[in-house]
């Protein structure tokens, strides 16, 4: 059977959560870019492999399959590193998919889903009208209780929400809380959630997450300037896409 065909888009955090497990676990994939920003995740071709137009998704021979968390179970275990990144005992693979699951309805969506993308996203890429100061705000507290939920875990697992080694599950969630680097109130987010300030900077200083937020990282100072600049300004979100293809 061919390599499995990840269809990746750098600016998702999904998406790269799945990029950079790939790259931790030296899995062979072939990159097919589909630009959110571009609409490609609306095209024929990729609805045929996701109806759900959404990234990452995978083909595998006539196997398709969505959702970031699948694709890194079922890429784990077609390449036998399953018991590395998702745990040995019934008891580890166990919480590494509880801490998935957590993930859907805590960090993900408070910090990325209800925060990062009305608060930052959108008012950078498309000029959307960010909500009021103290609706930022709320949202903001609200993700910090998520943030403490994280860090109370990680200060009884240790190191990695896997124990010693990381993850599929740090992958997963870290991706999501790394967007927040756009954010001007970054550091706002975590004074009382020391545990997840230093699990944060030991995923960074791994050559997965260099590799894999290279182009995210990239924009972060295009990004940062939109936030800041006229509210009225016409904005092309395809320049995301031009910029890190090299076309502007």
Sequence with gaps: MNRPILYHDPTSEPSRAVHWFVQE?????????TWLTRDDHLAPEFLAVNPAHQVPALKHGQFCLAEAASIMIYLAEINN???RWIGVSPQDKARTMQFMSWHHTNTRLTITLN??????????????????DDMTQQLRDVGKESLKTLNQALVERGTFLGGVEPSIADFFIASDIFALDIDPAREDWFPHCPAVSV?????????????????????LPRVRK?????PIEQRTPSRVADFLEGRS
């Design 25 to 33: 676990a030296a899995i062979d994939v072939d990159i097919n870019y």
């Design 81 to 83: 590193v399953q018991d």
């Design 115 to 132: 925060y990062f993308l009305p608060v930052l996203l959108m008012p950078a890429y498309i000029g959307a009208t960010p909500p009021s």
């Design 199 to 219: 699990w944060l900077a030991k995923l960074r200083s791994r050559d997965g997450y260099k590799s894999s937020h290279s182009q995210w990282n990239a924009i």
């Design 226 to 230: 939109l936030l800041t600049s006229n």
